[in-house]
């Protein structure tokens, strides 16, 4: 037991300081899963198993995966400035923090060691059994002397999701234009009336982030998305098409003397 | 596989419980209403659901009067402080939602946001003009349910959650003011990560505790306290990352730096009801927390309360003087009162319980009131917090200018007024034996407050002024509170009887 | 019928109430009902005094509680009002004189547009003071202190369009502050010692209490004493103050306010029986002050701040007196009551002088006014015997007793004493000779009048009272022992013959008031003393030599010394004072600064407050 402790004591703790270092907020995640599940270990080690899975189960499984996917779809990159601007303030939180950690760190030590033959790694097993297994002894605790507790959280859940409407959703001021209004509207347009052009494909790119190029090989715009556009993640293809624009036009002459003309 | 053992029902005290079932039933309700009904019909159900629970849960409470009692299988407690704090968070209560309520003094429509999550001077925030955004009132009122359980808790674990249950509704309302959005948000999401950082700290604290006590419960805790004194160092621990953590809410420096921020950014409203109530709610649970679990182990937690205390005191007091923000001078003297309330706390006795009880009551009302009446003086950004631009208010509304002046002399500890008597009342319990230095540095630093509340009173009454600056003629909601903050700092100061004989009347935690 | 006491407070105050709230609709009547108010409160006050004095002669009280404030356990602190012999005094000096310069201000103030507020504060002030001196346990004195504290502040500020008056207003708060301070512990000391604030409760267990508890009571006391009463070292703000109408000069910063440090050390007096080193701090600060006051005095060119400084050193004598012990209480009052006639008066009469001179304050502005303004001239003449102290005017009276109980105290107590009254004489001669004679240096636009009845008719009571007043306190009333049971009674004895007093003082008066004639009087055309004025006048008249000779012998060695303790008291005083302030405003904008904004920088800061937590706890289980 001791043995499994040292282990994942020391991983877990890792992944929390890989959590905490790492530039890329998916790796962030990644890394606080890597902590969960050792603390998952830990407490199946001292016969939690109930705890232990459902850590697994619910945190690894479920909350850090929603993580991952919000952090894919909102597309965050590292592009948060990690400069410290304010001087010596590294120095001052290490150091802080640093004094902290000795401080509880001694006190607690100095504490059990005076208490150190008493104290033994007992796990759960005796409750366990007093309460006919660990399901049921949490079940009893959740249950019974925590009830109140436990029914509360539920208003915390509440509130969460109330939290989240709130910040995220909001009603539509206007009206939204149906598919068949939409197809009206284009087709009164004899511009649009064809459709909008199809993204760029190209040697190189090969996205819907690349426009397309008309036929006399000026941009069209209007072939990007217009999320892509808004977010300012398209591709600039200006230099590219007038690098091979110029090619083009040393490799034919003709053409290039009706071009100045 | 398990042997089935029979599983005795918990029981639950609902008429115990009443006041907090029925608020965070309400809270419940009141979401359910933002789903099905109509925004027109919301916008008068909402309140009216609120001041109803808020009536109930009010009478509720005043029914609990003598009671005292270990309920809901020892998840609470049901005695006079919880009486007199519950009492005091649900008037308070009242006060703040009818604050949240003033769509008078702002052309622009009441204190929240029309629409949280619209983008800041964007086209679709001004097509909501003045629409109101419903989904505060269960929010408020989730959080007044979370204030309610939170001195009343009984175990580290029920007061962890009715922390966060009270915690979070706030971090969100503070982000929602309707104007300087900007500042708002950034304030909310302050106080949301270095709330989230004083509740790590909390359970830390509480995991040591039970460590060393092998007790979550109040009563457990108190037990180990005093039979195991070997265990001293790892409470020690405990005790220190649990008062770091408790410490955060109430405001006391060097935990204090959020306030300033929050109190600043949030809607004037809500900053009225979360600077008071807040306190209330957090100091009760202080109280409880230290002198019912950790009363034993008095002489170890006492000399740092002190040094929390004196450093609250002059640092909120030395920080205001060069303020130039009445929100932020608000803010910081409410730190300093922080440090003046923990002087009653540091006493340890049942006069220390008595003495900042009395203090919580009589600061409530009137920062509630100093804050609300912060709202009717405009300029045509919003609100004029600037001290400058409250030069000279006196000749623009004499009655302003004098209900501010009285709630700021209050706040000085004036004598006659309800802010001498909560002095005295806290103070006169600690004084004697080693406390009374700290009691000298509450003396030295209220000459200091004294000297920037005065500051505010000079410009407003001697200072030529902006006439840019309007007063804003309040509804009834706002007059209410105000009214009320004046009525309790004069009666409360003349007659301060009433207010010491009843705290004096309820008695001590129950353990 | 006996009135009540507590109406003797409710009258101004009620008063107050209705000026201060009822706004612009109370203008047109707001000053005379602000006067009725004061006159009312002189006729309760009359009336209650002479209930008292139908009582027999040594349990003179009049007592009226009128609820009970705080009652916690056995501790209790009732509103109590109480007239006794002390009190009495007051109120009647308090109602009296504050009558009339309320019936003076109708006239000073007429064409000021706020009347009606000014009206307001000066009856919140009466009120206030009325408090102070009837509050029988020492949190009611607190109230009253602290509400005359306020009442000053904003009469000093009155004319807010100005910034000195602005600022004056300010540093007299500040200041105050520090003198505020100090009460209040001494409140709290006296609590916690006696487990009451009751004067007659913690009287009557003064001699039980240990030496040094009661030795630090009577420091605090002297310190808010010395804050009220612009007592070195917290005597800075009164010059300033000179910024507010001079009304409140007279009233507040004359005759009543700042003697309530004099009030307060002497209702106190069974504290200071029993502390020598208490009573010894109030001599020295007594000492010292009426000789800074002095030799400010005569630096000052503005009439109102040589004014301020005369006020300040008549106070030290009292100060002075009321540190002597039983010896000194007695007198210390009768002088308080008598500077309060003449002091008042000459304010009066100096507001009479700026009235019809524009607002000139400016001494060096004035001259030869003695028949432009005869009235003010008179009764400004009778004040000035008064307070250089020439039988039989008022202040000799009782400024001679005080110099004959500070000789029977020590040589220093009573050389300071003497020397004092030799400096008095010197500038208030000044004041008189560069004011009402010599030639007219009046500004191109001023013209002399005399001020209207409403104002002079005051100043005719007024110079009545410094007149006649002294003897008749002494004689007819019998102030002496109409205090005893209050204040007790001392006997001393003088190191040399009591007959040679008299003369002594005269004789340093004489030559106070023949050095300043030589001066100030010598271009003037008044017929001086002959042989030392023959050469006066023919030094002065041969050429600007003489002049020269007397700027350079006998002026400026004067002059240097003036504004060398000027300077003391305005840089190292004013500058004590101005640092704490500064510090304080230096810390705030450090400590401004840990505030920057950022979230990560208050977690830091928060974990630092988890250190030092920690730290403290630790430090109990390790120690």
């Known amino acids: 037991m001791i043995a499994v402790f040292w282990v994942c004591a020391v991983l877990s703790v890792a992944g929390g300081f890989g959590m905490v270092f790492s530039r890329k907020a998916v790796h962030s995640a990644l890394w606080l899963a890597l902590t969960m599940i050792n603390l998952a270990v830990l407490y199946v080690s001292q016969q939690a198993e109930f705890l232990g899975i459902v850590q697994v189960v619910v945190y690894t499984g479920a909350v850090m995966m929603l993580f991952l996917f919000v952090l894919m779809i909102v597309g965050v990159d590292s592009s948060d400035s990690l400069v410290e601007t304010i001087r010596g303030h590294r120095l001052a939180s290490v150091a802080a923090v640093l004094a902290l950690l000795v401080l509880v760190l001694t006190m607690i030590n100095q504490a059990t060691q005076s208490l150190a033959l008493n104290i033994v790694p007992t796990g759960l097993e005796g409750a366990n059994a007093d309460e006919g297994g660990n399901v049921q002894g949490i079940a009893k605790l959740l249950f019974g002397r925590y009830v109140f507790a436990f029914e509360v959280t539920s208003a915390l859940l509440i509130t969460a999701a109330l939290g989240a409407m709130v910040l995220a959703h909001r009603d539509r001021l206007t009206r939204v234009p149906g598919q068949e209004e939409l197809s009206r509207e284009r087709l009164a347009d004899p511009a649009t009336a064809a459709g909008l052009p199809a993204p760029g494909v190209y040697a190189r790119h090969n996205a819907v982030d690349t426009p397309a190029l008309l036929p006399d090989g000026s941009i069209a715009e209007n072939s990007l998305p217009g999320a892509l556009v808004l977010r300012g993640t398209t591709h600039d293809v200006r230099e590219e098409v007038a690098v091979t624009r110029a090619a083009e036009l040393a490799s034919d002459p003709k053409q290039a003397q009706e071009e100045q003309s | 596989m398990g042997v089935q053992l029979p599983f005795p029902t918990p029981q639950i005290e609902y008429s115990l419980l009443l006041p907090v079932l029925v608020i965070l039933g309400a809270a419940v309700v009141s979401v359910l209403i933002e789903a099905v009904a109509a925004e027109s019909l919301r916008r008068t159900l909402q309140p009216l659901l609120a001041f109803g629970s808020l009536a109930i849960a009010l009478a509720g409470c005043v029914g609990l009067w003598d009671q005292r009692q270990v309920v809901a299988q020892g998840a609470l407690v049901v005695d006079g402080p919880t009486v007199i704090l519950q009492g005091t968070l649900l008037i308070l209560a009242v006060l703040g939602a009818l604050l949240m309520m003033e769509s008078r003094v702002d052309p622009a429509g009441d204190p929240f946001a029309a629409r949280a999550s619209t983008i800041p001077g964007s086209a679709d925030e001004r097509g909501f003009g003045a629409r109101r955004q419903t989904e505060v009132w269960p929010l408020f009122l989730f959080a007044v349910g979370g204030m309610l359980m939170f001195p009343a808790a009984n175990d580290l674990l029920t007061a962890f959650i009715a922390l966060e249950v009270f915690s979070l509704p706030l971090y969100l309302l503070t982000g929602m003011a309707r104007r300087r959005r900007l500042l708002s948000q950034e304030a909310a999401l302050k106080y949301f990560v270095l709330g989230a950082f004083s509740s790590a700290v909390f359970l830390f604290g509480s995991a040591l505790i039970y460590a060393a006590t092998g007790s979550l419960d109040f009563a457990g805790i108190a037990d180990a306290v005093s039979a195991d004194p070997t265990s001293g160092l790892l409470l020690s621990a405990g005790v220190a990352l649990l008062l770091a953590g408790m410490l955060f809410k109430v405001g006391a420096a060097p935990f204090h730096q959020w306030s300033p921020d929050v109190y600043q950014g949030a809607p004037t409203a809500l900053t009225a009801f979360m600077s008071a109530a807040t306190k209330v709610a957090a100091f009760g649970a202080l109280l409880r927390v230290m002198f019912v679990a950790l009363g034993g182990a008095a002489w170890d937690w006492q000399p740092a309360v002190a040094v929390i205390a004196g450093l609250s005191m002059l640092v909120g007091a030395i920080t205001a003087v060069v303020q130039s923000d009445i929100k932020r001078v608000l803010a910081y003297s409410s730190v300093a009162h922080a440090g003046f309330i923990l002087t009653g706390v540091l006493a340890a006795s049942p006069k220390g319980l008595s003495g900042s009880l009395v203090y919580l009551v009589a600061y409530g009302f009137v920062t509630l009131a100093a804050f609300g009446l912060l709202t009717v003086v405009r300029s045509p950004a919003g609100e004029a917090t600037d001290v400058q631009q409250w030069a000279g208010l006196a000749k623009k509304s004499p009655v302003t200018a004098s209900v501010f002046s009285l709630l700021l002399l209050t706040m000085a500890g004036l004598p006659l007024t309800s802010g001498f008597t909560a002095k005295f009342a806290a103070w006169s319990a600690a004084w004697g034996g080693w406390q009374t230095g700290v009691v000298v540095i509450g003396a030295v630093s209220s000459t200091i407050a004294a000297a920037f509340y005065l500051r505010i009173i000079v410009s407003m009454w001697f200072s030529e002024g902006d006439d840019a600056v309007v007063v804003a003629l309040p509804g009834l909601g706002t007059r209410t509170v105000v009214g009320v903050g004046v009525a309790s700092a004069v009666v409360f100061g003349v007659a301060p009887q009433l207010l010491l004989g009843l705290v004096d009347g309820v008695g001590v935690f129950l353990r | ?623």
């Open chain 3, 1 to 623: 019928m006996t009135a009540s006491p507590a109406l003797l407070v409710a009258v101004p105050l009620l008063s107050a109430a209705v000026l201060l709230l009822t706004g612009r609709r109370s203008d047109r009547w707001g000053h005379w009902l602000g006067c009725a108010a004061a006159v009312g409160s002189f006729l309760i006050a009359l009336n209650l005094v002479l209930s008292l004095a139908k009582q027999p002669h040594e349990s003179r009280e009049i007592s009226q509680t009128v609820w009970t404030w705080i009652s916690v356990g056995g501790f209790n602190v009732d509103v109590t009002f109480t007239v006794d012999p002390l009190s009495a005094v007051f109120i009647l000096l308090i109602t009296g004189v504050g009558s009339l310069i309320h019936i003076y201000s109708v006239g000073y103030m007429e064409h000021d547009d706020n009347r009606r507020r000014f009206f307001g504060y000066l009856n919140l002030f009466v009120a206030a003071m009325l408090t102070l001196v009837l509050a029988n346990n020492l949190l009611l004195l607190y109230v009253g202190w602290e509400g005359v504290g306020l009442a000053s502040y904003l009469l000093i500020g009155f004319w807010q369009h100005k910034p000195s008056a602005a600022s004056a207003a300010n540093k007299a708060f500040i200041v105050n502050r520090v003198g505020d301070f100090g009460l209040s512990i001494a409140v709290m000391l006296t609590f916690v010692t006696f487990g009451s604030v009751a004067f007659p409760e913690v009287f009557a267990a003064a001699d039980k209490a240990s030496s040094t508890t009661i030795t630090w009571i009577g420091l605090a006391l002297l310190l808010a004493a010395c804050g009220k009463s612009a007592q070195f070292p917290l005597q800075s703000w009164l010059l300033d103050a000179m910024e507010g109408p001079t009304p409140v000069s007279a009233l507040i910063h004359a005759a009543t306010m700042v003697t309530a440090g004099v009030y307060l050390v002497a209702r106190c007096h069974p504290i200071f029986d029993l502390s020598a080193t208490a009573r010894g701090a109030v001599v020295a600060v007594g000492a010292i002050t009426l000789l800074m006051g002095a030799v400010i005095g005569i630096a000052k060119d503005d009439i109102k701040k040589a004014l301020a400084g005369s006020t300040m050193s008549q106070i030290g004598y009292m100060m002075l007196a009321v540190g002597l012990g039983p010896i000194g209480y007695i007198w210390a009052i009768f002088h308080l009551l008598t500077h309060g006639f003449f002091k008042a008066g000459m304010f009066l009469g100096a507001g009479s002088v700026m009235h019809g001179m524009n607002d000139e304050v400016n001494m060096r502005r004035y001259g030869a006014l003695r028949t432009a303004m005869a009235v003010t001239f008179g009764t400004f003449a009778i004040g000035y015997l008064a307070i250089i102290g020439v039988p039989p005017f008022a202040g000799f009276w009782s400024k001679d007793e005080i110099i004959k109980v500070a000789f029977e105290h020590s040589w220093v107590a009573g050389g300071a004493a003497l020397l004092g009254a030799a400096i008095t004489a010197y500038y208030m001669t000044r004041v008189m000779l560069m004011t009402f004679f010599g030639k007219a240096r009046w500004a191109d636009d001023a013209h002399p009048h005399e001020s209207p009845a409403v104002m002079t008719i005051p100043l005719v009571v007024l110079a009545a009272l410094s007149a006649v007043g002294g003897w008749a306190l002494l004689h007819v009333v019998n102030l002496e022992t109409w205090l005893e049971p209050v204040l007790g009674h001392g006997e001393g004895e003088l190191p040399f013959s009591s007959s040679l007093l008299l003369p002594l003082t005269l004789a340093v008066v004489a030559l106070g008031v023949a050095a300043a004639w030589k001066v100030y009087g010598a271009g003037a055309d008044i017929p001086v003393s002959a042989p030392r004025g023959s050469w006066f006048i023919r030094a002065a008249r041969a050429d600007l030599g003489g002049d020269l000779f007397n700027e350079k012998v006998l002026m400026q060695p004067g002059q240097r010394l003036t504004a060398t303790l000027v300077r003391v008291d305005d840089s190292v005083v004013d500058g004590a004072v101005r640092g704490i302030g500064g510090f304080t405003t230096a810390l705030s904008a450090r400590l401004r600064q840990a505030q920057n904004g950022f979230a990560r920088s208050y977690a830091l800061v928060m974990v630092i407050g988890a250190v030092i937590v920690a730290l403290a706890l630790a430090m109990v289980r390790f120690a």
